[in-house]
């Protein structure tokens, strides 16, 4: 069991989203992770959000009733070590995972035991962030689960400022050899509140943000600081596994001529972001065989969901268009 228990915030949660159906499941290693289910009558789909880091689902209501009043129903949980998710270290302000694939594995279960508990004609994801990454190593890992996938300023790469790019890996192997995993990474450290500004890196939207921050405030156990020298050197790893098999993918569509057989794609891009690599994006995008979409909503910053009203209408509306094509096909 983590050191934080998600149990411990059912009631909470359901508080905050009546309209859904509020859980608890074991993760990998006996973390707790808690998930909602808001299903709805003679649905064209399910779609399956994964957030990203330092995120709930609580955030994404405005997200969840555009879906289910298109006719979607959906299906969600926090990751471990965030949210109202339960922690593995004793400080829980710490953003730390042993290895992405063990939120591969939370997701999988969730796949298996809550989502296909009902059947659907078609499971969709709609992936932020980190939760893009993670998507996608579970479709390396168990292809076929999605119809379709819709990621926002996906994770594909991200800036390693100060240090250069080719550094990092051997310097957080040697931090990982001197017992410095579970440390916070450099420069970072414990949950601290941030007033809005001009120049705020999520969204421009002060409104959205400040509910945001209201929330945490509000409920404390969700605050989360830095990541450790653990997640940062994981999340270096699960991107180079996308990669790879990127790059193995192109090679044997080109040998064999035949056409993909993987989930068609949508990748919205924050045409603004400073948190993730946008030229990975492009180069994921240009070196992809198979139905795959890049549309840029230029003024966005990274959290295009929690952008201003115009900004998150286009990718609401390009979202909505990609899986209601899949469901009609």
């Known amino acids: 069991m983590g050191e934080v228990a998600a149990s411990e915030s059912v009631s909470e949660v ?18 707790e992770i808690i998930y909602g289910v808001r299903e709805v009558d003679a649905e064209k789909g399910a779609v399956v959000i994964v957030n990203g880091r330092n995120e709930t689902f609580v955030k994404y209501c405005e997200v969840i009733n555009e879906l289910t009043a298109a006719g979607f129903s959906v299906y969600t949980f926090d990751h471990r070590g965030q949210g109202f998710s339960g922690r593995q270290l004793t400080d829980p302000h710490k953003g730390h995972v042993d290895s992405f694939d063990d939120y591969v594995a939370d997701l999988h279960f969730f796949l298996e035991h809550m989502v ?13 962030s980190m939760g893009g990454t993670i998507s996608l190593l579970h479709e390396l ?15 594909l790469g991200f800036p390693t400022a100060p240090w250069p790019a080719f550094l990092v890996p051997p310097l957080l192997s040697l931090l990982e050899a001197l017992g410095q995993s579970q440390r916070y990474i450099h420069g970072g450290g414990p949950f601290k509140p941030e007033s809005f500004s001009d120049d705020n890196i999520l969204t421009s939207d002060q409104d ?12 404390p156990r969700i605050q989360l600081g830095s990541p450790t020298n653990a997640w940062v050197k994981q999340a270096l790893v699960a991107i180079d596994k996308i990669w790879l098999s990127h790059a193995q993918e192109a090679i044997e569509e080109v040998m064999a001529g035949a056409e993909s057989l993987r989930a068609p794609l949508l990748i919205l891009q924050a045409g603004a972001d ?16 198979g139905k795959c979409e890049l549309q840029v909503i230029s003024e966005a910053r990274h959290e295009i969901l929690v952008e201003s009203p115009e900004l998150r209408e286009m990718a609401v509306k390009a979202m909505l268009d990609f899986f209601e094509q899949i469901c009609g096909d």
């Open 14 to 31: 359901k508080e905050l989203v009546p309209e859904m159906e509020v859980g608890v499941f074991d993760g990998c290693l006996g973390v």
């Open 116 to 128: 296909k508990r009902r059947p659907h004609d078609s499971c969709l994801v709609l992936a932020h």
């Open 141 to 155: 890992r168990y292809p076929g689960n999605f119809a379709g996938i819709v990621m926002t300023a996906p994770m």
């Open 208 to 219: 959205n943000y400040n509910r945001n921050q209201r929330l945490m405030a509000e409920y």
């Open 274 to 289: 400073r948190v993730v690599d946008n030229q990975a994006q492009e180069r994921f995008f240009c070196g992809r065989a």
